[in-house]
Nanobody, 122 residues
Framework: QVQLVESGGGLVQAGGSLRLSCAAS????????IGWFRQGPGTEREFVAR????????YYGDSVKGRFTISRDNAKNTGYLQMNSLKPDDTAVYYC???????????????WGQGTQVTVVS
C-alpha cells in the first residue's frame, strides 16, 4: 500500500505560480506511475498530468499543456506539479494518485492523497 500526501496549495493571483508536492510512504514509490487530477467547484474530477514510474514518459491534459510541468524524484519518494501562468479556471482541489497502469483514467489509480486546495484570483 502507498500513502500519499499533497502539499503546496494556496491562494495565488492570476499569472502566478505554485509548486505542488506529493510525498509518498509505504511501498516502493518508484513502482508506481503518478498522476495529478483536479476537481473544481461543481465539476467532475479532471486529469491534469501523469508521469511514468521512471520519469521517462509524461502526458498532460489539454487545459494545462505548456503551463504545468510534472516531475518526480524517486530517491525522495516525491512527485511534483509545477504550475505556471495560473488562471482562475485552475481553481480546484488537486490530487495526486498512484497506479500500476500508465493511464489517464482515474479508475485505475489505486491510491489517492487527500488533496490540496489551489485558488487563483484575478
Amino acid at each position: 500500500q502507498v500513502q500519499l500526501v499533497e502539499s503546496g496549495g494556496g491562494l495565488v493571483q492570476a499569472g502566478g505560480s505554485l509548486r505542488l508536492s506529493c510525498a509518498a510512504s509505504g511501498r516502493t514509490f518508484s513502482s508506481y506511475h503518478i498522476g495529478w487530477f483536479r476537481q473544481g467547484p461543481g465539476t467532475e474530477r479532471e486529469f491534469v498530468a501523469r508521469i511514468y514510474r521512471s520519469g521517462g514518459l509524461i502526458y498532460y491534459g489539454d487545459s494545462v499543456k505548456g503551463r504545468f510541468t510534472i516531475s518526480r524524484d524517486n530517491a525522495k519518494n516525491t512527485g511534483y506539479l509545477q504550475m505556471n501562468s495560473l488562471k482562475p479556471d485552475d481553481t480546484a482541489v488537486y490530487y495526486c494518485a498512484a497506479a500500476e497502469r500508465f493511464t489517464s483514467a482515474e479508475s485505475f489509480y489505486d491510491y489517492w492523497g487527500q488533496g490540496t486546495q489551489v485558488t487563483v484570483v484575478s
